[in-house]
């Protein structure tokens, strides 16, 4: 039988005749240090409430002619996975087509622990329609499915915001 032996990390390495069983094949060392950020660098934008949700998209909403639907990723801790929303859809003036199948292909993607629904009402009134709300039943269904919930579905207007989750619409 062989002679097999077990040793410890300082036997190991200060023995020169080892058994053909414990021998190292190769070592790596690996230093580890600080990277600095590169240029243009934001940090991932924290969205723990409604009103910072619609103060992260107001410059992306105000500057659509049309109705515009996004979804923002969230990973645990609340903040934006790539640090922006992802647009779902655009559509005509006053509406735009939205299926789950899009919502939750990005969110799966992006390896999203929840999503935030958003869109922009061109004409100011955050008001939700009835399609809004609609829509807002099916992604939650369909979230509930994947285990990715929807936190909030916001509706951004001319400086003025409709939440669901504050109205209790969720």
């Known amino acids: 039988m062989n002679d097999i032996r077990l040793y410890s990390l300082h036997h190991l390495f ?29 940090p991932r934008a924290f969205l723990g409430s409604p009103k910072s949700v619609y103060e992260f998209m107001k410059p992306y909403a105000d500057v659509e002619p049309a109705e515009t639907f996004w979804v923002i990723c969230l990973d645990m801790q609340h903040k934006a996975i790539n640090g922006s929303p992802r647009v779902i859809t655009r559509g005509i003036l006053n509406s735009s ?19 935030v629904l958003v869109h922009n009402h061109p004409s100011g009134n955050p008001t939700p329609s009835a399609d809004d709300r609609l829509i807002t039943e099916q992604l939650v269904a369909s979230g509930n499915l994947l285990d990715i919930p929807v936190h909030d579905h916001i509706i951004c207007g001319e400086n003025v915001y409709t939440s669901f989750a504050e109205a209790g619409m969720l």
């Open 14 to 42: 200060g023995v020169l005749e080892m058994p053909k069983v414990c021998q190292i094949a190769g070592m790596r060392l690996v230093k580890e240090m600080s990277v600095a950020a590169p240029d243009g660098y934001k």
């Open 97 to 115: 087509l939205v299926h789950p199948r899009e919502v939750f292909r990005v969110a799966i993607a992006d390896g999203a622990a929840a999503i």
